[in-house]
């Protein structure tokens, strides 16, 4: 439905994307991940074409987004923080909506607004941060786009609240198959709703997978040696999630068995497997020499 090709971006001379491709389909809900500047925002905004790519294209249902504007009525892009609503009321901007998104299902927003007791009196600006959340992924939702694209939704919100926003988006999904592009700092929301997930690292796209192949390809492992072989391990280039004296826990490829049998090698009197999550396995990848 949604499909990236090859798209490449430099920001001030300054190479940030590099030949990401990605296709998304109905019901998907894709979690985008990776450290900070590694280009998460700027590729969302390409996708939306608040900013163009240097090289590639991005294709809605087959038909280029930059040809044909008006695809854009069905792809949506929540930032984290959304300026143009301030000075507007609840009836002020669905109406502007409404005009824009022909789809617009007013009586659908009014029932979110209602469920969540948000003021529809009040200006955007003066509502709590996680009132301004739950209202822009409201608007959202109810413009009826075939996509979404959330740039840290649970960023600064309560407990509470965040829980209510990550239903919104999974009730979403099944209800209507909307398919939903997600970056979060929070990894443990994107393990709870995402069903594939893709690391942002040396301005390329990697590693997209399943939740599921994630748990499968991966073991974590605690062991117990004689002696301190920290720098033994580190030769090994296997990554450390924790290290404290003899006691070590490392992540591991299950298909890598040339590192477990010289991880064996060195004599463990303790050796245990457990399964991973989906923030162990992001430490092991981004922690450069801190996983160390």
Request: aromatic share 8%; hydrophobic share 40%; net charge negative.
């Given at each position: 439905?949604?499909?990236?090709?090859?798209?490449?971006?430099?920001?001030?001379g300054?190479?940030v994307?590099e030949?990401?491709?990605?296709?998304i389909?109905?019901?998907?809900?894709f979690?985008?991940?990776?450290?900070?500047?590694s280009?998460k925002?700027?590729?969302?905004r390409?996708?939306?074409?608040i900013?163009?790519?240097d090289?590639?294209?991005?294709?809605f249902?087959?038909?280029?987004?930059?040809k044909?504007?008006?695809?854009?009525?069905?792809?949506?892009y929540?930032?984290?923080q959304?300026?143009?609503y301030d000075?507007?009321?609840?009836?002020?901007?669905s109406?502007?909506?409404?005009?824009?998104?022909?789809?617009?299902?007013?009586?659908y927003a009014?029932?979110l607004?209602?469920?969540y007791?948000?003021?529809?009196t009040?200006?955007?600006?003066?509502?709590?941060?996680g009132?301004?959340?739950q209202?822009a992924?409201i608007?959202?939702?109810?413009?009826r786009?075939?996509?979404?694209?959330?740039?840290?939704?649970?960023d600064?919100i309560?407990a509470?609240?965040?829980?209510?926003?990550?239903?919104?988006?999974?009730?979403?999904?099944?209800?209507r198959?909307?398919?939903i592009?997600?970056?979060?700092?929070?990894?443990?929301?994107?393990?709870?709703?995402?069903s594939?997930?893709?690391?942002?690292?040396g301005?390329t796209?990697s590693n997209?997978?399943?939740?599921?192949?994630?748990r499968?390809d991966?073991?974590?492992?605690?062991?117990?040696?004689?002696?301190?072989?920290?720098l033994?391990?580190?030769?090994?280039?296997?990554?450390?999630?924790?290290?404290?004296?003899?006691f070590?826990?490392?992540?591991?490829e299950?298909?890598?068995?040339?590192?477990?049998?010289?991880l064996?090698?060195?004599?463990?009197?303790?050796?245990?497997?457990?399964?991973?999550n989906?923030e162990?396995?992001?430490?092991?990848?981004?922690g450069?020499?801190?996983r160390?």
């Amino acid at each position: 439905m949604l499909e990236l090709k090859n798209l490449s971006k430099s920001l001030d001379g300054v190479r940030v994307l590099e030949d990401v491709s990605l296709t998304i389909e109905k019901g998907d809900i894709f979690g985008l991940l990776g450290r900070n500047g590694s280009g998460k925002t700027t590729l969302l905004r390409i996708i939306q074409q608040i900013v163009l790519p240097d090289e590639g294209e991005v294709l809605f249902e087959n038909v280029s987004i930059k040809k044909q504007p008006l695809a854009k009525r069905k792809v949506i892009y929540v930032p984290v923080q959304n300026p143009f609503y301030d000075r507007y009321t609840y009836k002020e901007l669905s109406g502007m909506l409404k005009s824009l998104y022909p789809d617009f299902d007013v009586t659908y927003a009014n029932e979110l607004m209602n469920r969540y007791g948000i003021p529809e009196t009040k200006k955007y600006r003066d509502l709590s941060t996680g009132l301004k959340k739950q209202f822009a992924l409201i608007m959202a939702f109810a413009s009826r786009p075939a996509v979404i694209l959330l740039d840290e939704p649970t960023d600064g919100i309560d407990a509470v609240t965040r829980r209510d926003l990550l239903q919104l988006m999974v009730d979403e999904v099944g209800e209507r198959e909307t398919a939903i592009l997600i970056t979060s700092h929070r990894l443990e929301d994107i393990e709870r709703i995402c069903s594939k997930i893709g690391f942002l690292d040396g301005h390329t796209l990697s590693n997209v997978m399943d939740l599921e192949s994630l748990r499968e390809d991966f073991v974590k492992i605690q062991a117990v040696f004689e002696d301190d072989l920290h720098l033994k391990i580190r030769e090994m280039g296997v990554p450390i999630l924790e290290h404290s004296g003899i006691f070590y826990t490392m992540l591991l490829e299950k298909k890598d068995e040339d590192k477990m049998k010289r991880l064996q090698s060195l004599g463990p009197k303790v050796w245990n497997t457990l399964p991973v999550n989906l923030e162990e396995v992001f430490i092991a990848k981004f922690g450069g020499d801190r996983r160390w």
